[in-house]
């Protein structure tokens, strides 16, 4: 009887370990390994083309976006429409990546006076930021494919005429 009940207890340990290993594995490990493989392709596919992660530095988007925060850019959004006054996108500048919002579009002119953002000679109302902007500027005819981009925190963000071939995407969240 003993030796029965041992080797039913190793039937059974034998059993147990491969209802673990087909738990895990699947019931044809090769092709789990094939599928793993496959999803991990497409996810770095996904985060590298489309969905680019960016992380914040610093306080130029301060209060809407804080430093530290991570955020998704999309590759795609402009892909059919033009970008609009008032998106928040990512650029490429000096081998940097940086966060900024639209605030003029091509054709417009732009300039800082007496601390506003003037588009077009008329004083930019956005709901984004009340401060004013500590310099000035002389006004700036944008071209085509040209774009004017600043941060929310006006007192300490770089402001600049973007060429659109310098968007990467914009900001989903």
């Known amino acids: 009887m003993d030796a029965a009940k ?29 599928r793993v493989v496959i999803w991990c392709i497409a996810t770095v596919t996904f985060f590298h083309q489309l969905l680019v992660p960016i992380q914040i530095i610093g306080s130029s988007m301060n209060p809407t976006y804080e430093s530290g925060s991570l955020n998704l850019v999309n590759r795609l959004s ?17 081998d940097e ?3 900024k919002r639209i605030v003029a579009t091509p ?32 006004p700036i005819a944008l071209g085509p494919n040209e774009y004017f981009v600043i941060g929310d925190n006006r007192s300490v963000s770089v402001f600049c005429k973007i060429k659109k071939s310098q968007i990467l995407g914009k900001i989903i969240f």
């Open 6 to 34: 041992l080797e039913i207890g190793a039937i059974s340990g034998v059993e147990e370990k491969s209802e673990w290993r087909e738990f895990v594995f699947g019931a044809r490990p090769n092709r789990t390994l094939v």
């Open 78 to 94: 402009y892909a059919k429409t033009p970008p609009h006054k008032g998106d928040v996108i990512a650029l490429k500048a000096d």
């Open 97 to 99: 990546l940086l966060l």
């Open 107 to 138: 054709g417009e002119t732009i300039s800082i006076s007496n601390g506003y953002l003037m588009v077009n000679q008329h004083r930019l109302h956005d709901r984004f930021t009340t401060e004013k902007i500590p310099w000035e500027l002389d």
